[in-house]
């Protein structure tokens, strides 16, 4: 198993996103350690400017989120900063509860040693469909019904950059886009 997944780091996970794939891998994606958390409600290394409201249904550690409407303009941003300890090559994942009134390209740029890089997750993507008796079933919930929210609140993989100890990293979230309806959801980064 050991040896399986080192292959899968070094080889097979490069490759297949050099390809195009969308890889979702049940063991880490490298090996760097300690791991560093920054939540929304952290305030050191987290920061807004513009309009942001506060939601919580799903939310990292049952915690609170912070949501923005999107603007052409991308007036409003949440950053995460962080500092590792030591050089080397960091996978991102972000924290979000998926689901229909967000965007689907959602706008993170990520300040890294090698420069500045910009990535879009869809924060609208569903794992499993909804219908409304998911939300209220007429009968009690029975062992294995979960509501499709939960299903949905999950870490997403950013991508890999590398970092160093000289130059704290920066993960910025936009709320640039032109569907006003929608939204773009900061919780938590994982690093």
């Known amino acids: 198993d050991t040896h ?8 097979l996970i490069p490759l297949l996103e050099a390809a195009g794939a969308r890889v979702q891998s049940v063991r880490e994606r490298s090996y760097a350690r300690p791991e560093q ?12 400017v513009g309009s942001w ?17 999107l603007h052409p303009d991308g007036e409003a941003t ?26 689907d390209s959602a706008e993170y740029r990520i300040t890294h040693h090698g420069g500045g890089t910009i ?10 469909q909804t219908w409304p008796d998911l939300y209220y079933p007429e009968d ?5 019904q979960v509501t499709a929210l939960e299903i949905n609140a999950r870490w ?18 936009t709320n640039a886009g032109d569907d006003t309806d929608k939204v773009v959801i900061a ?4 690093v």
Not at 4 to 11: C, F
Not at 140 to 144: I, L, V
């Open 4 to 11: 399986n997944n080192q292959l899968a780091i070094e080889h």
């Open 37 to 48: 958390i920054l939540n929304n409600e952290d305030s050191a290394g987290y920061a807004e």
């Open 53 to 69: 409201s506060t939601g919580d249904y799903d939310a990292y550690l049952d915690g609170t989120y912070r949501y923005a409407f």
């Open 78 to 103: 949440a950053s995460w900063q962080f500092t590792v300890t030591e050089a080397g090559d960091y996978p991102i994942y972000v924290y979000f509860t998926s689901s229909e009134n967000r965007t």
């Open 119 to 128: 990535r879009r997750l869809d924060q609208s993507e569903l794992r499993i």
């Open 140 to 144: 009690p919930p029975t062992y294995n």
């Open 156 to 173: 997403h993989y950013l991508g890999t950059f590398p970092f160093s100890p000289d130059a704290p990293g920066l993960v910025t979230l």
């Open 187 to 190: 919780d938590a980064i994982r």
